[in-house]
């Protein structure tokens, strides 16, 4: 193992990332753990150097307060407390006020190296996954999002064609997206790619639903059950490979802190279907992912792409999706996203899109009277989703955006800027 690690058990503090990113900065890989690990998972863990305990304000969990296993003392490794009682830590050497007793813990104490680099990262995960899979199978649903691009290129290193991705296009993908993805994965990096087109499936199962949430509903549902299809046709499959990354974990709750909402990538398999997880990122920012990403050789533009929702352009074509809106809005969104580029906001704004409402209004085209619906343009700056700011788009770049877009998309005469902040308008339309 290249890496040397220093775990920081969650006891309850708030701080936990923030301490991780600390310690990641100073060079040294950190990860989080829970804080009724078993002796034999600590000791399972690579490299380990030291152990912070990390104490904080959600130490009272179902009326319990939380606590680690006495055997874990009996591991020997140097181990430090933060805000977590002295007297119940037998063996820890002191507290950790500052960032200096902090670099004084990790090199003076633990010996560790400053040897946290995203090669390194790369070359123990994949010494890691090749110990877990063996000779084995893992199975992956590919989106073409970052987080199952960077799994899909880590395994592809690790296990080569040991490892089969599913791609799904469920007909709501952007321009190109699902061919970029067919591009880079199997013609570039050679993996063991089923491309399933299941968009006249979907979009059967949507014709005529108008309500955002059974919108949502029927597509993931959806999704797995074509996944889990293909799933079924594989023979002798034991993993399926994860893009969990670590905000994931954290939304998710973990045990010291509430839930903030659900995740899952692929989550609600049948029962019957067991796979062992494999999830190289768990541990990963978004950065760090992004980073991964490209030291895998993975296209910057895959990487470094916006947010784009599960349910895709089925959420931006507003209402029951028609295949002419759904149309209009993959086009529309496609010169959105060529003519960004070209003004250079692809790198300074957060998330930009376009949206195709289900009315129509009245225009001119030659000299007639025409009836045809419009698109709404998006763009928006946030730091975590929560909230958002418009962007002030360059008047002649909308102007240059409008004008390509009455002129190439189809049955659209109106196109409109959205000027709303979040709250009280979300991000999304739908
Ligand atoms: P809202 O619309 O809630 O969006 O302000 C916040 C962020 O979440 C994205 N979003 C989704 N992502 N599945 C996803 O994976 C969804 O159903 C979904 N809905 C919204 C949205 O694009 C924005 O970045």
Redesign the pocket.
């Known amino acids: 193992m290249k890496q040397d690690l220093i775990v920081i058990l969650d006891l309850g503090s708030t701080q936990n990332t923030v301490l991780a990113r600390e310690i990641r900065d100073l060079g040294v890989y950190s990860e989080i753990h829970p804080h009724d690990i078993t002796a034999e998972e600590l000791a399972a863990l690579p490299n380990v150097k030291g152990v912070i305990l990390n104490g904080g304000e959600n130490r009272v969990v179902d009326g319990q307060e939380v606590q680690i296993r006495e055997e874990l003392y009996g591991l020997g490794y140097p181990m430090i407390s933060v805000d977590y009682p002295q007297s119940k830590c037998s063996n820890c050497l002191s507290a950790l006020p500052d960032q200096e007793a902090l670099k004084k813990f990790l090199f003076d104490t633990c010996k560790a190296e400053t040897n946290w680099n995203m090669k390194n990262f790369i070359e123990d995960q994949v010494e890691l996954i090749r110990q877990q899979v063996g000779d084995r199978k893992v199975l992956l649903a590919l989106s073409g999002g970052v987080d199952s691009s960077v799994v899909a290129a880590m395994l592809i290193k690790a296990i080569g064609t040991q490892l089969t991705c599913v791609h799904v296009n469920h007909g709501l993908m952007r321009k190109n997206e699902s061919e970029s993805v067919v591009k880079v994965f199997r013609d570039e990096l050679h993996a063991n790619l089923v491309y399933v087109d299941a968009s006249e499936r979907f979009l059967g199962k949507l014709a005529g639903v108008a309500d955002p949430e059974q919108k ?1 509903k029927i597509i993931g549902g959806e999704f797995i059950r074509v996944f889990e299809e293909e799933a079924r046709k594989l023979e002798g499959i034991d993993f399926l490979g994860q893009g969990t990354i670590y905000p994931d974990i954290i939304e998710s709750g973990t045990k010291t802190a509430k839930m903030v909402k659900s995740h899952h990538n692929v989550g609600g398999l049948p029962e019957d279907l067991k796979f062992e997880l494999v999830e190289p990122l768990k541990q990963l920012f978004k950065d760090e992912v992004r980073a991964c990403g490209v030291e895998l050789g993975l296209p910057h533009d895959m990487v470094y792409r916006q ?5 895709g352009l089925g ?1 931006r074509c507003l209402g029951a999706i028609t295949r002419d809106r759904l149309e209009a809005v993959r086009e529309a969104d496609a010169i959105l996203r060529e003519e960004f580029a070209r003004a250079g906001l692809d790198k300074k704004v957060w ?1 930009y899109f376009t949206v195709v409402p289900d009315f129509k209004s009245v225009g001119m085209k030659n000299n007639a009277r025409v009836f045809e619906y419009m698109v709404i343009i998006r763009a928006i700056n ?1 730091v975590d ?1 929560m909230t ?1 700011s418009v962007e002030k788009v360059d008047w002649d770049v909308l102007e240059r955006i409008t004008n390509r877009i009455l002129a190439e998309v189809e049955n659209v005469n109106r196109v409109c800027y959205d000027m709303s902040p ?1 709250p009280p308008a ?3 339309f739908e």
Do not use: S
């Open positions: 949502r947010p784009f929702p599960g349910p959420v998330q946030t989703a958002a979040k979300t991000i999304e």
